[in-house]
């Protein structure tokens, strides 16, 4: 797992995310097969609300992280997950079709069933009531 941080990333952590976006482009620039800017360029997209923006670079994370294997594939499928689910929220005609974008990356990931609660709710399912058994 690759622990050095990014100049971008230290742009993010002191919320210069702007700035963070600038230099996440300027390292995509220098360092094209590199997954690390496009995991900071959308955590940094990610923050100020731009979250289509950010899911499809958690993607090309992935992507280009299978050559690699310097980022934390749990890491990535929760922040894809939690950017797709704000995004869908924010475009409710589009909610089905955009969590599907979820499986299509992480077909086994963590958040599965969460999208699965989701699209059961936009169907107008409701959620399973559980009952506990007397003894």
Do not use: C, N
């Amino acid at each position: 797992m690759f622990d050095a941080k990014t100049f971008a990333r230290e742009l993010i952590e002191s919320d210069r995310l702007e700035e963070a976006i600038a230099a996440a482009v300027k390292h995509m620039e220098e360092d094209a097969a590199s997954p690390e800017p496009y995991l900071d360029r959308g955590e940094a997209l990610d923050l100020l609300g731009r979250h289509e923006e950010a899911a499809a670079d958690f993607e090309r994370a992935f992507a280009l992280d299978r050559a690699v294997g310097v980022l934390s594939d749990d890491d990535l499928d929760d922040r894809l997950f939690e950017a797709l689910r704000q995004w869908a929220d924010d475009d409710a005609p589009r909610a089905a079709q955009i969590l599907a974008r979820y499986r299509e990356t992480f077909p086994s990931g963590r958040h599965v069933a969460d999208v699965d609660r989701r699209l059961a709710r936009l169907r107008g399912e409701k959620a399973p009531t559980w009952v506990k058994e007397s003894a």
